[in-house]
Each structure stands twice: as C-alpha cells, then as structure tokens.
C-alpha cells in the first residue's frame, strides 16, 4: 500500500478512468497517480511529438474529457480554444494520432504526447507536417532577411480539399 493509497485504483468502478485530486507536493512530484493541474479555464497544456521522427507537431490545450477520453481510448484528442469544442484528432482530416506514449510533467500541469500520425503524416490544419514549419531569425541572423523561414518545402495535404468549408480554426 503505497502513502496515497485510499484512491490509489487507477480505475474506477465502472472501468471508466478516475483523476485524482492533488493532496501535496510529493504525491504530485513523486507519486504514482495522475492528479493533473488544470489552469482557470479547465485546460492542461499539450506538447505532442513524432514518435518516429521526434519532432514536435503541435502543441494543443486538453480539457479534463479531452484528457480523459485521450487515456481512455489511446486516440489523441484536444480541446479547441477557438472552436470551443473536444475534437478527436483527425476527425475530418482522417490525420488520427495514435499515442505511443503520454508522459505528465513534474508539477503535471503538461502533457507530452508520442503519436503515430495516420495517413500522410500531417498534424498541421494548414497542411504541414508540424505546426512549426517555420523558424524564427534570432541573433546574428536577424539581419538576413525576413523574420520567418520555412523549414518544411511543401504541403503534404490540401487543407482546402480535406476540410472544404470547414471554418479555419486560426483566431486573429
Ligand atoms: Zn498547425
């Protein structure tokens, strides 16, 4: 029996999953249970990474069902600040991410996620494989030129063909 054991099932009764509360700073920092932080809005931040490649695809916000729902079913999904909506990832794209592993941080107020992307490979609503296909100039290098750099040369898919009118999810 371990020190935080009077809820220490990790499933409930009916087989669905259970969170657990945060009681202190060793059960959150050194414990066995997943007792996430979830910020004022209900959200928990989201890095999410190739697991064959290892880079970073996107990084996404999780609600407490969106993190539930990812645990339970090992399917990626997210809660969308713009749309205000859990959405299953690849629900229309078909761009399902499969979690190969999903890791909390220290003070579990982060989630990293290893996926397999189906498909083409592609995360990015825009068409790219990773949100960041862009890098920034910094230092020296500021003075070459624009401020942004694409690192991915092409598109792998059509936004506009995958998700036809479906409203761009980018907020001005
Ligand atoms: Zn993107």
């Not at 932080?37 to 969106?66: K, P, Q």
């Not at 090992?74 to 713009?82: I, L, Q, V």
């Not at 500021?142 to 907020?171: I, M, Q, W």
């Amino acid at each position: 029996m371990d020190q935080y054991s009077e809820t220490s099932h990790s499933g409930a009764e009916d087989g669905r999953l259970k969170l657990h509360g945060r009681v202190s700073v060793a059960q959150v920092e050194e414990g066995v249970q997943l007792a996430p932080r979830f910020d004022s809005d209900g959200l928990i931040a989201c890095v999410t990474t190739d697991v064959t490649s290892g880079d970073v695809l996107m990084v996404g916000y999780m609600n407490r069902e969106a993190l539930e729902r990812t645990i339970e079913t090992g399917d990626a999904h997210y809660w969308s600040r713009a749309r205000q909506v859990l959405w299953r990832k690849g629900a229309t794209s078909g761009l399902t991410q499969s979690v190969v592993e999903m890791r909390i941080d220290d003070d579990q107020d982060a989630v990293w996620l290893r996926v397999r992307v189906a498909g083409s490979g592609a995360s990015c609503h825009v068409g790219y494989r990773s949100c960041f296909y862009r890098r920034v100039r910094t230092g020296n290098e500021r003075s070459a030129g624009h401020d942004l750099v694409f690192t991915e040369e092409h598109k792998t898919f059509d936004p506009a063909e995958v998700y036809g009118d479906v409203a761009n999810p980018t907020v001005l």
